[in-house]
Antibody, heavy 115, light 106 residues
Framework: EVQLVESGGGLVQPGGSLRLSCAAS????????MHWVRQVPGKGLVWVSR????????HYADFVEGRFTISRDNAKNTLDLQMNSLRVDDTAVYYC????????WGQGTLVTVSS | EVVLTQSPDFQSVTPKEKVTITCRAS??????LHWYQQRPGQSPKLLIK???QSISGVPSRFSGSGSGTDFTLTINSLEAEDAATYFC????????FGQGTKLEIK
């Protein structure tokens, strides 16, 4: 069974940092591009970042470019998102998502940026 | 950026009714349009990929059609468990989503 389990969310002050992790199981992570998608509770879905299957290529939405870094460890079956210089409007549930179309989603981890 | 506009934003329907949700793209995206269902408190779930391709495990009452800029998700014979928000998503360029259509079951 494919499972994606995110962790690392929490409350952080504006300007602070947080590192999200996603543990994958039930499939070979190394075969898939992986993504992060976020959602303000009660609102729509917004794509954040993606990384190629071997980790050699990554891309970001304009609003996180230069602040967020996506990475992966295929040997450990994990995907990470390092988030720096966090802003209040980064507050959202962050989902780890497989491939595109997005066929499997984690349960999400809530990031709250507030003073 | 490809903007996806869904209609309606909200619909209240009765069980066994047929529902149609539309998604219009601001430019042609071929068939790179996918549909998701998000039940309250849950993560999104892929329902239809590439406009009309079915997904294993998804009930056959869900179907999709369209190409270019106009797409439709159809739910035949609605069931109570279909109460959810439905999103369209395009993967032709950088990824974007529609604003969502909330389906309420009367």
């Amino acid at each position: 069974e494919v499972q994606l389990v995110e962790s690392g969310g929490g409350l952080v002050q504006p300007g602070g940092s947080l590192r999200l992790s996603c543990a994958a199981s039930g499939f070979s992570l190394s075969s898939f591009w992986m993504h992060w998608v976020r959602q303000v509770p009660g609102k729509g879905l917004v794509w954040v970042s993606r990384i190629s299957s071997d980790g050699s290529s990554s891309h970001y939405a304009d609003f996180v470019e230069g602040r967020f870094t996506i990475s992966r460890d295929n040997a450990k079956n994990t995907l990470d998102l390092q988030m720096n210089s966090l802003r209040v409007d980064d507050t959202a549930v962050y989902y780890c998502v497989r491939s595109a179309p997005f066929d499997f989603w984690g349960q999400g981890t809530l990031v709250t940026v507030s003073s | 950026e490809v903007v996806l506009t869904q209609s309606p934003d909200f619909q209240s329907v009765t069980p066994k009714e047929k529902v149609t949700i539309t998604c219009r793209a601001s430019q042609s995206i071929g068939s790179s349009l996918h549909w998701y269902q998000q039940r309250p408190g849950q993560s999104p779930k892929l329902l239809i990929k590439f406009a009309s391709q079915s997904i294993s495990g998804v009930p056959s009452r869900f179907s999709g059609s369209g190409s270019g800029t106009d797409f439709t998700l159809t739910i035949n014979s609605l069931e109570a468990e279909d109460a959810a928000t439905y999103f369209c998503h395009q993967s032709s360029g950088w990824y974007t989503f529609g604003q969502g259509t909330k389906l309420e079951i009367k």
